[in-house]
């Protein structure tokens, strides 16, 4: 059996600035979906590193007063350092002044222009020395360079040049036959539009007395390659192009990581260098939209410039990645604030992830001091096997939604799974089963099956969370050595949870954040006076769903072995309720009697510690705790509130 085999990339980065946001999420991407693809049974090869030449870097380095390798080293050490930090396993991490690149840079533009595909000749022409290109008078934006907006100088020097024109209809039918080669779709028809103008040839060389930090042209040593035609090579070189088994193995069907501001290096020049040097072109591209912050692009001199450590230190690596992959549509823009982040924490990982696993695992607890008992076959089909389908349902939507690089697609699949646990525990209630001797059979199958499908869960949220993964894993008693993985396919098979092994007190995977007590420390530029993140927008008709209705209380006493919880019996006019309210921190018993409240009348009945809650009582937080809702004159109880 041949076993299948996927390379992805990301980009090599400049060494002129340190790992930011936006570098940290192609390669959390690029990440995801090498773990995704070995648990579809795929060996992988995952290629990260630095681009360390040209104009850029030489700057950088005089700033600080050293040489440009001592520069790209120190730089470069940073890039490598925060993969560990990210969690990130790439299997290669190559810089572009490592002897074998330059080497093998040297071996393909030989053979290129061996071919007859490089040509020298003599070119005039407007150059951004910013960005280190030459620009047409039409790319410019009121005669300034688009990034840099500064005027370019004109340029007169003669130089290589590659026959990219001569390539421009087969590029053209390959896109075309090739539905898959640039994704999504988007970039796809920018590059296909862009290709429907003749395609200039490419200036691939600089002179040396212009520019001496790269890579020498193998046939004009006054020369050096300008860099694209230096960094796109890396992606064969760190293979061993062209003899070695590696490249072999893994370079057919490669995927490359890119933002959108190097699609056309990526979609147009490297298909065309690799068609021209007789090397198989690449799978794909997956090209994904630029992460603003605040609301606005990343810039040094704005100081929004997001540090990946700063994020990891105050919310851990796995909340990172997450959000990250949760909150961009792969290919759309995406805005980075810290309360959205907070908020994603707080609602997706602590609320709905966390607090399944917990209530799941503590029940278990309650009603069988830990112990897994199994699936009683003979109870209905319904209560016993629809959790089955909707995990299948999860694994499947999972699948197709990462394949397609729709990550926030696939976490969404997951977590509609996780909320189909919640109803499945309200509807059928545990806690009324656990009562009865008679209905202990039914009660052993509905937390059988809970537990296997937080097993499924835990292995579906491996590419995005690794380490969570492997915590609910090893709570679950089923964790795999060295950081191994579950397969989809064995993610996917019911019923593997062992019976009769008698699981751990769950811990707390995700603390919800406490934003009044401690508000997000600076992670760029400061966020002032911090408030809770706004929920979603909502219409008036949403609004009018909740009854909300004045009550007295008229009783109020503690629940046994709770510190924060009273049971209180409210008058609502027309009947009296038991609501449940943790508010026992903040109010004895006796000093809540008599007071005018606001209840959430049509809230779904729950238990708390055992007791029924018949509604909510509203209270808003402070930095001591909560403080009741109220009204300042007195109302007759059962009144709606509006
Ligand atoms: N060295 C070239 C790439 C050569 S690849 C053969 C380069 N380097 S870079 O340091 O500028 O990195 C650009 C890449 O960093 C983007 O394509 C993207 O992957 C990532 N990002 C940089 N800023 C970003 C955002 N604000 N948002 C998302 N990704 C961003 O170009």
Redesign the pocket.
Known sequence: MTIKTQFFT?????V??KP????A??SIAADVSTRFKQMQGYRTFFLTGT?EHGDKIVQAAEKQNSTPKEYADKISQLFQDILPVLNIKNDYFIRTTDENHKKIVKAVLSKIHDSGDIYFSSYEGLYCFGCERFYQERELVDGKCPDHGTAPEVIKESNYFFKMSKYQDWLIDHINTHPDFIRPDQYRTEILSFLKEPLEDLCISRPKTRLTWGITLPFDENFVTY??FD??V??ISALGYPDSDTFRTFWPGARH??????IK??GIY?PIMLKAAGIDIYGGLNV?????VQGS??SKSIGNVTDPHQVTDTYGTDAFRYFLMREMVFGLDANFTEQTLVSRINSDLANDLGNVFSRVLSMNQRYFKGKIKGADTRIETQKNLSLKSDAQAAVDEFSMAMEKCEFHKGIQAVWHFISILNKYIDTNEPWTLAKDESTLPVLETLMYNLIESLRVVSCLIYPVMPQTSADMQKTLGIQKTDGGFYTLQEAAVWGQIKTASVLPDPQMLFPRIDVEKAPPKELSTPVKSFKPPLKEEITIDDFAKIDLRTATVVKAEKIENSSKLLKLTVDLGAETRQVIAGIAKDYAPEEIIGKQVIVVANLKQAHLMGELSQGMILAASNKKGLVLSGFDKPVKPGNCVK
């Open positions: 990301t980009p090599i980065y400049y002129n600035a930011h946001l936006g570098h999420y192609t681009d860099v694209w960094a796109l890396n992606y990581f890119v933002a959108k501001d190097i290096p990526h490297w994904h939209g630029f992460w603003n692009k990343m």
